[in-house]
Every structure is written in C-alpha cells, then in structure tokens.
C-alpha cells in the first residue's frame, strides 16, 4: 500500500500568517499518460465529514478561497494556507488515488497561535 | 446539488452486523464510483472499499475481504455498505464518498458504536 507521510503533526500558526503543512508518498502518484499528480487535500472541520479543497495536486474546487493552494509533484506535496483565518482551524488530509487501496496522510491539525 | 445523505446513528454489540445506507441526488448514481471511508473516534481516515453502482463490481481492501459486502439499488440511487462481525474497536463514522477520479463529495458520516 502507498504510505502518506504528513508534516508536521500539528501547527500553530498567527491569524494572517502563512500555514505550510507537507506530505510525502512513498511511491510516485504522478501518471506520465496524463501528465497529471494523483493527489488531493481535504480540510475536516470537528464534527463535519472531510471537504476537498484540492484535486490534481494544484487545481482548487470551487467555492475554494484563493489563500489555499497546493504544489509539488511525483512524492512531494504541499499545501499552503497564505493567510490564516479563524475559519481554517481544522484537520488537513493528504489523500493519493493513483492506486488502489485509496489512502491518507494521517492528518495534520491546524490551530490558531 | 450534489447530495449523499446517510442512514442514521446505530448501536451494535461485539459480533453483530450493521448495513449503512448512502441515498444519492442530484446526479446521475451510475457515473460515479461509490467508496466508503471510515474514521475511528479522533483518528484518521481508512479506505474500506468500492462499488460501480453501474454493474456492482466492489473491490475491499484486504482488512475487510470477507465481512464487508457493498450492494447499489440504482432504482433509488442508493448505495449500501454491511459490515459482519463488528468489534468493539470498530466503533467509527463511516462515510460514502463520490469519486469523480477524486474524492468530490463526502455523505454526512455515519456513526457506528460497538459495545457491549
């Protein structure tokens, strides 16, 4: 199965400061026929079910805000949070579904310092 | 809108069953793959398995092969996932989830408690 290695744990960061949360794949999700990186990020919110925020490593779903954004590729991911709002506190999960068992990053929670 | 909405909360004892129910709306049930995720209280998310609710072909992952059954009725675009044998350390929010090749859209979550 393809392990999901998120960094850091967890992250405390100012409102309006930048928020920087990695994830590692210990095999490559990118798919040279369509040029695209297998590879998405969802925000889990205490309570709620996880929403996607990011699909195709980089392309924010709608209704997104821009302060997200999502780069890397092959095994080396990063999502971006540029300006924290007190509405991002949640869970953030890596998620690879190049291959099949679909897993997650174990998850890494965001709080306001 | 795209909508997923979940059977309710349930009890169960150690060694009893439980049938999760996913109804789908606002598009069309067989063009997507159906999965179904679980999360254990304050852990993360495991995949459990698939459905093509166009032809019914599943695939589990290893843990589950033998006590998870996933079934469609796409008269009523909804999906079902039944777990045999429950554990106690398998009490969990199960969720159905969309894949359109990501993960779209997320059902409200069902939660499961085992005990005794």
């Known amino acids: 199965d393809i392990v999901m290695t998120q960094s850091p744990d967890s992250l405390a960061v100012s409102l309006g400061e930048r928020a920087t949360i990695n994830c590692k794949s210990s095999q490559s999700v990118f798919y040279n026929y369509d040029n695209k990186n297998y590879l998405a990020w969802h925000q889990q919110k205490p309570g709620q079910p996880p929403k996607l925020l990011i699909y195709?490593?980089?392309t924010r779903e709608s209704g997104v805000p821009d302060r997200f954004s999502g780069s890397g590729s092959g095994t080396d991911f990063t999502l971006t949070i540029s300006s924290l709002q007190a509405d991002d506190v949640a869970v953030y999960y890596c998620q690879q579904y190049y291959y099949t068992p679909r897993t997650f990053g174990q998850g890494t929670k965001v709080e306001i310092k | 809108q795209v909508q997923l909405v979940q059977s309710g909360a349930e009890v169960k004892k150690p060694g009893a069953s439980i049938k999760v129910s996913c109804k789908a709306s606002g598009y069309t049930f067989t063009d997507y793959y159906m999965h179904w995720v679980r999360q254990a209280p304050g852990q993360g998310l495991e995949w459990m398995g698939w459905i093509n609710p166009k032809n019914g072909d599943t695939k589990f992952a290893q843990r589950f092969q033998g006590r998870v059954t996933m079934t469609r009725d796409t008269s009523i675009s909804t999906a079902y996932m039944e777990l045999t044998s429950l554990r106690s350390d398998e009490t969990a929010v199960y969720y159905c989830v969309r894949e359109a090749s990501f993960y779209d859209y997320w059902g409200q979550g069902t939660l499961v408690t085992v005990s005794s």
């Open positions: 195709w490593a980089s």
